[in-house]
């Protein structure tokens, strides 16, 4: 229920809390709530610029809300205001402003509909002289502008065990003469770190001495922090998809890592795991025995004692007022921003709508503007909800709003183009907004500052041109600065994926976003939340941070299993500085982070492309490859296809997973994934999902449990979590050795040319992709010497439209007759060159009785089926209609050539890789022939 009201930070006045409420009222428990939220409250840098409608108009609202509840306590108009002499020289006067206008709105609500008034507060950042000077201050104000009670904190072990108030003995002689009742809204103390606290403090507030002037107090605090002061803390359950709430993990993780006692008592409630850190029972214990100590006659002394300072009190009122004057407060109070007789017309015509019925909305508008380094422009409006941004006229492009509660901070530097705004929300990430005048800047500081409650920094960058500076990982994006100035920044949405390069060495790949487009959410080049457009023909896609050196990280406590008992913490320990940067990085980008359980796990599976071996978790939208260098995270939307073909070696199995957009290593794109299985290495594993999950999501798709090869089972998981079908070889085409595919080799690349019922496919490197629908014809050639031509030839497929074309070379020649049937089938057009170079061959041999003689006669002379050219139009096969994608070849030609090659994995993997690769992979059970070797040059 707490979780619920947001841990009892804040209340949302936008959302009703009748449950809440009740069950606090149900448990005798009392709220005591702020009228101002971080996103709408009185700035205490601008405290009269922040006096606005809109501000109070909030305050009304929440007013409103709480007013409905027999258990409100009472509201505060501010908490922590004040915290230094220029603040408290410039906000009382409009605290003073603030409270006259709430306490003026409740009694009009009271005459007008009976809702009750609610007492009314400030809360003290401590119990100091500049705190007593600021109740002096807003208690001595006229009736309707006074305070109706002030709420302190203190946080120093007060009190002895014997129940002796003289440590709050200072807070005393302080406050005694107060005229409107105190309390400490945060008190508490903490003996040490791990240690329980006994509350003796609680007992002294409670004492007769100091009741008669503090009434009680509120302990510190209910949630566990990195203060370690907490008394609970909730471990939140996962969501309805699998998901914890990120920032209430971080919180619940931070607070156990704080926390160095013993949990007293864990409860399961339906919100999570609460686990008690303190024994509540010493606190009740303390109370009765203040209790005891206070007699029904010292009751009454002590409420005597305290009307008579109540009396004195008012007696100096007009003195604390002249005293406040030359302390250099301002003598005045401001006049209401509000217009109350539209207030009252509001009220008296029935439910009033606090933003809209006051006043009309003011907002400020900006032309000519870029949204996250759009290609178009657009206009930005800032107003009191929020600001917005629409693209110009005609250029298409998504209208972007951002409320004003999701802005946390902003900064204005200069940019590329113009000035650039750049503001940090709480659940969009980076906005960057670009395009701005230099005199837009105080128009934009002052809406941000008094709408919004956020003070806009003017951040000055780094042109140095220096390529080493310090790095710093920051709440939404990676910093680079160079004398303490910023070089440049990475938002972590831009981060696709981190890996170590080296000992020293990290490189971060950068997202690639579509030409201008906003993709949907997806990983590894697709647009996330917060992400950018691509707004160039060039990008950015990785960049390398060498960090040298070692840094110290405190060490973990470890559980020592042999004898039963507790390691000692082995303090600070030395790690590489890169490491550290790397896992940092990882966790702030929330790289290789996957929602929900895994569905199933597979160890150590050899990918031919990208090499190496992973072990890859399948999840319900995704799926995830880790290795000992790469971690890759790939939605399911991104598989386009799925090939399960068998090796011609008659031991192995591919599994081909087609992406869109294409995997990354660096500056390697691979639009392939092959894996490598064992055909006769069974594994018999069972899904963890629910027997619900199978029934509802999967029924028909998934089973419980399988069964079979590894390489079967992998692909059949797949196609029931993707529901994408899995393609195999056609079944018109068998080569001479009655296998599906034919060895051959693209440039120096060897592999194997598969011929399905819509196109061709080679793998494993560079994998290449070919639909029947581009290819405009198909030419076999031989190239070679007399002894190679006469055992190999070469097929070159030509593409539609002038897309270029693609050469298979040294193909067995006992190959030809079963791919010139295939290419006949499927009404492919065939020219056959080998057929004319035959004929004149042997019109030379007949020419020449010697070399009519030749050994070779038979082979040469050898009658050679050839298909005839077809114009038919090509057979169309149904099993790709389901793909709306276009099956453009250039698209997954993954032959792309880099420093880096694709083996750019450890060298422990390409090892391991090499070694499984090895096993049959050039058994193929064609004859095998041996090339020429070339002569060595000699230099002289």
């Given amino acids: 229920m707490l979780m619920e009201m947001g841990y009892g930070d804040s209340i949302d006045n936008s959302q009703p809390h009748e449950r809440s409420m009740k069950l606090l009222e149900d448990a005798g428990l009392y709220v005591l709530t702020t009228l101002t939220t971080p996103q709408c409250s009185i700035n205490r840098n601008a405290p009269l610029e922040s006096y606005q409608p809109a501000t109070l108009l909030e305050m009304f609202k929440t007013v409103d809300l709480m007013a409905q509840h027999p258990n409100t306590l009472g509201v505060l108009v501010s908490h922590h205001l004040i915290n230094d002499a220029r603040s408290e020289s410039l906000c009382l006067p409009v605290l003073a402003a603030v409270v006259r206008d709430v306490k003026k709105y409740m009694h009009l609500k009271r005459d007008l509909t009976g809702q009750r008034v609610l007492p009314l507060g400030y809360g003290a950042a401590a119990a100091g002289e500049r705190d007593k000077r600021a109740l002096e201050y807003l208690s001595s104000q006229d009736e309707e502008s006074r305070i109706d009670f002030w709420a302190g904190s203190h946080y120093t072990l007060a009190g002895r065990p014997d129940g002796d108030a003289s440590g709050y003995r200072n807070v005393i002689d302080k406050y005694k003469d107060a005229r409107i009742p105190l309390f400490l809204c945060e008190y508490g103390s903490r003996p040490g770190r791990g240690l329980p606290r006994s509350f003796d403090e609680t007992r002294a507030l409670y004492s007769p001495e100091m009741i008669q002037v503090f009434s009680g107090g509120c302990v510190y605090e209910m949630w566990q922090g990195t203060n370690d002061y907490g008394l609970v803390q909730m471990i939140p359950q996962t969501n309805e998809s699998g998901n914890v709430p990120g920032s209430r993990a971080r919180r619940a993780q931070r607070a156990r890592e704080a926390y160095q006692g013993q949990i007293v008592e864990t409860r399961e409630t339906s919100w999570g795991e609460l686990q008690l850190y303190e024994d509540f029972r010493n606190y009740q214990a303390r109370l009765q025995e203040a209790e005891r100590m206070s007699s029904t006659e010292d009751r009454g002394a002590q409420k005597a004692a305290a009307t008579a300072a109540a009396s004195a009190s008012d007696t100096r009122r007009e003195e604390v007022g002249s005293d406040l004057e030359d302390s250099g407060h301002p003598a005045h109070v401001p006049e209401t921003c509000l217009d109350w007789a539209v207030i009252e017309a509001a009220l008296r015509g029935g439910p009033f709508h606090h933003h809209c019925e006051l006043t009309e909305m003011a907002r400020e508008s900006f032309d000519d503007i870029y949204l996250d380094l759009s290609k178009q422009p657009g206009k930005c409006r800032v107003a009191e909800s929020g600001l917005g941004w629409k693209p110009a006229g005609g250029s298409g492009g998504q209208t972007f709003t951002l409320d004003k509660q999701d802005i946390q901070s902003a900064s204005w530097s200069r940019a590329a183009r113009g000035y650039e705004l750049k503001v940090f929300a709480r659940n969009a990430g980076v906005v960057l907004l670009d395009g701005f005048r230099p005199d837009d800047y105080d128009a934009i500081r002052k809406c941000f500052q008094v709408w919004f409650g956020v003070e806009l920094v003017q951040r000055e960058h780094a042109l140095r041109g220096w390529n080493w500076g310090k790095s710093e990982l920051g709440r939404n994006e990676l910093t680079f600065n160079v004398r303490n100035q910023p070089a440049f920044e990475i938002p972590y949405t831009e981060i696709s994926n981190t890996n170590l390069a080296g000992k020293n060495e990290v490189a971060v790949e950068l997202s690639l976003p579509q030409d201008g487009q906003d993709p949907v959410d ?28 070692t840094e110290m990280r405190k060490g973990r406590k470890k559980n020592a299993e042999d004898d039963g008992e507790e390691a000692q913490e082995n303090g600070e320990e030395e790690e590489n500085a890169a490491n550290l940067f790397y896992e940092a990085l990882m966790d702030k980008a929330e790289i290789g982070e996957v929602a929900g359980d895994t569905f199933a796990t597979f160890l150590d599976i050899l990918h031919l492309t990208p090499r190496g071996r992973f072990d890859i978790d399948l999840y319900e939208k995704s799926f995830r490859l880790r290795g000992k260098t790469y971690d890759y995270k790939i939605s399911y939307d991104n598989a386009k296809r799925f090939f399960i073909l068998p090796k011609p070696d008659d031991v192995h199995q591919l599994l081909c997973i087609g992406l869109d957009p294409p995997l990354r290593q660096g500056q390697t794109r691979y639009p392939f994934i092959v894996m490598q299985f064992k055909r006769d290495e069974e594994v018999n594993i069972e899904l963890n999902m629910t027997e619900e999950d199978l029934k509802e999501k999967y029924a028909g798709k998934l089973q419980a449990r399988y069964e079979a090869s590894i390489g079967t089972v992998i692909a059949r998981i797949f196609h029931g979590l993707t529901g994408k079908k899995l393609f195999q070889p056609s079944h018109d085409f068998s080569s001479h050795h009655q296998q599906s595919g034919v060895k051959c080799s693209i440039k120096a690349n060897e592999g194997h040319l598969y011929c399905l019922d819509r196109a061709f496919l080679f793998v494993p490197k560079p994998a290449t992709y070919i639909s029947f629908d581009h290819v405009a014809a198909i ?162």
């Fill in 522 to 549: 997806g990983v590894n080049g697709t647009k996330k939340k917060g992400q950018k457009t691509g707004g160039a023909v060039d990008q950015l896609t990785e960049m390398r941070f060498y960090i040298p050196g």
């Fill in 779 to 940: 030419t076999m050639s031989r190239v070679g010497g007399a002894v190679s031509a006469s055992r190999t030839f070469d097929i070159t497929v030509t593409l539609k439209n002038g897309a270029g074309e693609h050469q298979f070379s040294n193909i067995n020649r006992e190959e030809q007759a079963p791919l010139e049937n295939f290419f006949k089938i499927k009404n492919i057009k065939t020219k056959n060159e080998m057929d004319v170079e035959n004929s004149m061959l042997s019109a030379a041999l007949n020419g020449d009785a010697d070399l009519g003689s030749s050994d070779d006669e038979e082979v040469v002379n050898a009658a050679r089926g050839s298909a005839g050219e077809d114009d038919e139009d090509e057979s169309v096969d149904e099993d790709f209609q389901a793909d709306s994608d276009s099956d453009v070849a250039e698209e997954f030609d993954s032959d792309a050539k880099s420093s880096g090659g694709e083996e750019s994995g450890s060298d422990e993997e390409m090892e391991d890789a090499d070694a499984d690769a090895g096993d049959g992979d050039d058994s193929d059970t064609a004859e095998k022939v041996e090339r020429p070797k070339k002569k060595a040059k000699t230099g002289k």
